[in-house]
């Protein structure tokens, strides 16, 4: 693979991670839309700790919702910021490191995706895996949960 195929590879699983962190907005938000209709929709009744209660759980919902759209928006600005027209020669935030059976996309942490027939498990530069690559170069290996592994490549 030359230089810039290696760069465009990236560039292509940069922008699956986008869109995935995009969908789960749209889903975060239309889930946060749902709980504020239900806890609108709860009627008043002569029981009124049931209503009491059927807002308050419709509230925590659309709160908790909110706090995943607040992460996903602040995991989509953490990626567009990393800059995957580099080649890297070290591991760390944008670099995809080859290993034996399994390649690693430091970007986000939106686990194991399908790219071109390849397993890539993308993590978060702040993941303890990410961290144990960080400046690490082809050729090394690390110790990750008692497991040792060899870098292949790095770019």
């Keep these: 693979m030359t230089s810039s195929e290696k760069i465009a590879f990236k560039n292509k ?9 995009r969908q789960r907005m749209v889903t ?4 946060m839309d749902q709980a ?10 002569s029981a009124g700790d049931k209503y009491e209660t059927g807002r308050a759980m419709g509230q ?8 995943q759209l607040a992460e996903y928006a602040k995991e989509v600005k953490a990626l567009q910021s990393i800059a995957i027209d580099l080649y890297c020669n ?21 686990g ?28 090394e290996s690390i ?6 592994m060899a870098i292949e490549n790095i770019y």
């Design 112 to 139: 194991r995706q399908e790219v071109d027939g390849k397993t890539i498990l993308f993590v978060s530069p702040m993941a303890p895996l990410a961290r144990a690559l960080q400046e690490k170069q082809a050729g």
């Design 28 to 31: 975060a938000q239309d889930a």
């Design 36 to 45: 504020q209709e239900a806890a609108n929709s709860e009627e008043k009744s």
């Design 60 to 67: 925590l919902q659309k709160e908790m919702h909110g706090r």
């Design 13 to 21: 699983l940069k922008n699956l991670g986008l869109d995935l962190l």
């Design 90 to 110: 070290k591991g760390g935030p944008g670099a995809f490191v080859q290993m034996a059976g399994i390649a690693f996309f430091v970007s986000a942490g939106l």
């Design 143 to 148: 110790l990750f949960n008692g497991v040792g």
